[in-house]
């Protein structure tokens, strides 16, 4: 009975507002408000909706835990190092976020571990970059041009590039951008092999750089 005296008046609202060209009837997008007064469920219940707010969490949840594609995201997630949070709680901090609430025992956790942190600031900007429509991260293909930059320019061991970039290719698994990087591998297997010498490979990586990071679909 509240939920529909509920939308009765903001029904009422919403066409004085239009009738006189204002727009007090707006609602935040995602806020409680919206939720309230434009609820579709049927018979207007509000606990299907958070219902289905916990199955839509638990889902976003299972397929992070089970993405195996690496993307811009998942990549820095992973780079992050985690924090030896008590598994024996996971679900039970999993069943209070699943209801739209932060548990106060993860809170405390989590500060504990920030108190033996010394760098604090830095993991905080790093954490706040989730979630943050702000952020721009990486694509795979970004991250592959990237390697190569950074071995041009000597800011990553050439011989983990050897290993990793052929692997990171493998990963993204886009066959176009495969024979694009073939040349590439090709070079890192020549130098592995002693077959090139490492000013030679650096020289012909560098010209297939400039062909790879000119392609647009790869940016």
């Known amino acids: ?12 609202i919403e066409d004085l507002c239009r009738e006189r060209n204002i727009f007090s009837y707006e609602l935040e997008s995602d806020s409680n408000a919206e939720k309230v007064f434009r609820n579709t469920e049927t018979k207007n219940s509000l606990m299907l909706m958070k219902n289905k707010e916990a199955i839509a969490f638990k889902e976003l949840l299972i397929t992070l835990c089970n993405f195996q594609k690496v ?26 976020i699943s209801k739209g609430r932060i548990p106060q025992g993860l809170i405390d956790e989590v500060e504990h571990h920030y108190e033996e942190d010394g760098h604090l600031r830095e993991r905080i900007d790093l954490v706040d970059a989730i979630g943050n429509r702000n952020a721009l991260f990486y694509s795979e293909y970004d991250y592959a041009v990237n390697m190569i930059w950074d071995i041009l320019n000597n800011r990553a061991e050439l011989d983990s590039f050897l290993e990793d970039f052929p692997q990171q290719v493998e990963d993204i698994g886009d066959s ?11 070079l890192c297997e020549r130098l592995k092999n002693q077959k ?16 790879l990071a000119s392609h647009e679909k790869w940016h």
Do not use: V
Request: glycine residues 4%; without cysteine; hydrophobic residues 45%.
């Open 196 to 211: 090139i010498g490492k000013e030679d490979f650096l020289s012909e990586l560098h010209k297939e750089y400039e062909l």
């Open 71 to 96: 993307d811009g995201l998942t990549r820095y997630i992973r780079s992050i190092p985690a924090l030896d949070i008590d598994p024996a709680l996971f679900n039970e901090y999993l069943a209070g």
């Open 176 to 186: 176009e951008f495969s024979d694009e990087a073939m040349p590439i591998i090709a």
């Open 1 to 12: 009975m509240l939920a529909l005296l509920q939308k009765k008046y903001y029904k009422a």
